[in-house]
């Protein structure tokens, strides 16, 4: 956050982050007419009130003749006003029709939003935790929730969309600096809404078409163990499951392996390969005492060389 104070040039900069976006600047421009002019009116409200208040602090210059009114006063301060805001109707109204008309060209990316954490599903086939675009090219994202209400948002893109559970809402950016950058959750969405957090990596057309390749393999040569310790910290294991032993939303990882869970129908079942399976792929099944059941499943999320990852993550957390 620092560094982006440094590097802001304009007062635009003082309370946005840079405009990386095709429609950043026109958003900024908007917030920043109705801001000046917001400034504007309370500045005459404010001095007026003080002027006034010293005016007739006292009674010694009597009172004032009785007024009846002020054709001229008040036809400005109706039309002026009136001026503004269909400025501003007709400004934003375009704005919003561009935000929300998605470009032909654009490449499609698949969202699923749920309890808490963001997922991108790529044509190409497989799931992603960050969201990877090309630069200056426009991207739509068909966007669905899982569960709950949830809100996609990047600050520096200053594109925000509501993501509604039983439909699929779209919006759409197009990146225009290589970079990295913040997604947020903006709806509150239970326990760990704030955490629920995301990056949007934009790449050149090149660099992007190595990461599609790559991304599309599952990498064998990564030890199992690495794996699955990149899969904790990427797909937000982290943001229920502690790996020290503090208890967070779920319990903590850490010296779990080959104990016996006690569940809330009573039952008791050792953390073994199947059981760490059972949990990832249909988490509500069994339910620790203690805890409640909140966790998404990763059915189609995971792949099995992941899962083994995890499995042996977790064997590692002694
Ligand atoms: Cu999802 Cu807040």
């Known amino acids: 956050m620092k560094e982006k104070f440094e590097d802001a040039s304009t007062l635009q900069n003082l309370w946005m982050p840079d405009q990386v976006s095709t429609i950043a600047p026109e958003v900024d421009s908007l917030f920043y007419f109705i801001l000046y002019w917001v400034y504007f009116f309370l500045a005459i409200v404010v001095v007026g009130a003080i002027y006034f208040g010293w005016k007739y602090k006292s009674n010694e210059r009597g009172t004032t003749q009785p007024l009846d009114h002020n054709n001229l006063l008040e036809i400005t301060w109706t039309l002026f006003p009136l001026f503004l805001t269909m400025v501003v109707f007709f400004w934003g109204a375009k704005s919003y029709l561009k935000m929300n ?184 099944k069994k339910i620790i005492k203690g805890y409640e059941g909140v966790m998404p499943s990763y059915k189609g999320i995971l792949r099995d060389r992941e899962i083994l990852g995890v499995v042996e993550y977790i064997k590692s957390l002694k």
């Open 101 to 284: 008309i998605v470009p032909y060209d654009a490449m499609e990316v698949n969202v699923k939003a749920q309890k808490w954490f963001f997922s991108f599903n790529y044509k190409e086939g497989f799931n992603s935790s960050e969201l990877v675009v090309p630069v200056n090219r426009p991207v739509k994202l068909i966007m669905e929730s899982q569960d709950v209400l949830h809100g996609f948002y990047v600050p520096d893109f200053r594109v925000k969309m509501d993501i509604i559970p039983n439909r699929y809402m779209v919006t759409w950016f197009e990146a225009t600096k290589v970079g990295e950058y913040d997604i947020l959750c903006t709806e509150y969405c239970g326990t760990a809404h704030s955490q629920m957090l995301a990056k949007v990596k934009v790449l050149n057309q090149e660099d992007y078409d190595k990461w599609l390749e790559k991304a599309n393999v599952v990498d064998e040569s990564i030890p199992l163990v690495e794996l699955g310790e990149i899969i904790y910290n990427k797909n937000a294991c982290n943001t229920c499951h502690s790996i020290d032993g503090s208890n967070m939303i779920g319990p903590s990882f850490k010296g779990i392996w080959n104990t016996t869970m006690e569940h809330t129908d009573g039952s008791k079942v050792l953390v073994d390969e199947n059981y760490i399976y059972e949990s990832i792929i249909e988490p509500q």
